[in-house]
């Protein structure tokens, strides 16, 4: 088992795509099958060439994923099948070593992922209405010791 984070490669794209769909059945079940369809096609198009996005490579297979533009984290997805491994974790601690403070949405209909944000330091800063999905989300900030 040797685990490495490291930067996307185009060919990582269909083991990208996989984690997404798998995880998004789980932490987003309340999204419809046409917006995760025109997500799926966004991944590529839009999302990837915008961010800096960094692999979790397990034995040779892509099993997660953080993309961050500046320091807005845009999506972190870990395979179901290894959550609760710290995988996610990881990638976030990275995230904060390469970016510092970091800010987020996530759905209010996703207790798995606000449970993670908050497990791992993430503050609310407000509630608003996420116009693409219809469904509300929390502004979260997560913010480094200060070292004064």
Known sequence: ??????????TDLDELLDVWTSASKVAHPFLSPEFLAQERENIPAIYLPNAETWVYELDGAVVGFIALLGNEVGAIFVDPTYQKRGIGRQLMDHAVLVRGD???????????????????????????????????????????????
Not at 120 to 130: M, N
Request: no cysteine; glycine share 8%.
């Open 1 to 10: 088992m040797n685990p490495v984070i490291r930067s996307y490669e185009s």
């Open 102 to 148: 970091l800010e987020l949405d996530v759905f209010v209909d996703n207790p798995i992922g606000r449970g993670f944000y908050e497990h791992y330091g993430f503050v609310s800063l407000e509630q608003k209405l996420h116009e693409p999905s219809g469904h509300s989300v929390f502004r979260l900030r997560y913010e480094t010791a200060s070292t004064a």
